[in-house]
């Protein structure tokens, strides 16, 4: 069992090492990965966000799912902690004003951008 996980690919689709890479452009060409997902949600989110507070709901778990865990494994565990409530703080802002129906279609893409640059800046700082 354990050698058929080891063989799975990483969680983020991106392979944990690559050879071809040093360590400097593979982690500028996962940042540009995940950064391309980032602006692929963002259109998701906007539309999601018609639907008030279960689009912003939806925009939280996609944008952890897709933008925050990719990142988040190379972190150390005290900066992924602060990343972590720094994003959770901003975002708890954002989602007060996902009731508001015209607000909330930019509530969605609002929660893609601050997960993004948080992580982002986290990761590239590592």
Same mark, same amino acid.
């Given at each position: 069992m354990a050698e058929l996980l080891s063989h799975?690919?990483?969680?983020? #689709?991106?392979p944990e090492h690559h050879p071809d890479l040093t360590s400097d452009?593979?982690?500028?060409d996962l940042l540009v990965h995940v950064e391309q997902r980032a602006q692929r949600l963002m259109?998701?989110?906007? +539309?999601? #966000?018609? *639907?008030? *507070?279960?689009g912003a709901a939806t925009a939280l778990v996609l944008a952890?799912?897709?933008i925050a865990s990719p990142l988040r494994r190379y972190?150390?565990?005290?900066?992924r902690m602060l990343t972590?409530?720094?994003?959770?703080?901003l975002i708890a802002l954002l989602l007060l004003?996902? #009731? *508001?129906?015209? +607000?909330?279609?930019?509530? #969605?893409?609002?929660i893609v951008a601050v997960t993004w640059r948080t992580w982002s800046r986290a990761f590239a700082a590592a």
């Open positions: 799975l690919p990483c969680t983020c #689709g991106w452009e593979w982690r500028r259109l998701v989110t906007a +539309i999601l #966000g018609l *639907i008030p *507070i279960a952890r799912m897709r972190l150390p565990v005290t900066q972590r409530w720094t994003a959770r703080l004003a996902s #009731g *508001i129906p015209l +607000i909330s279609v930019l509530v #969605g893409p609002l």
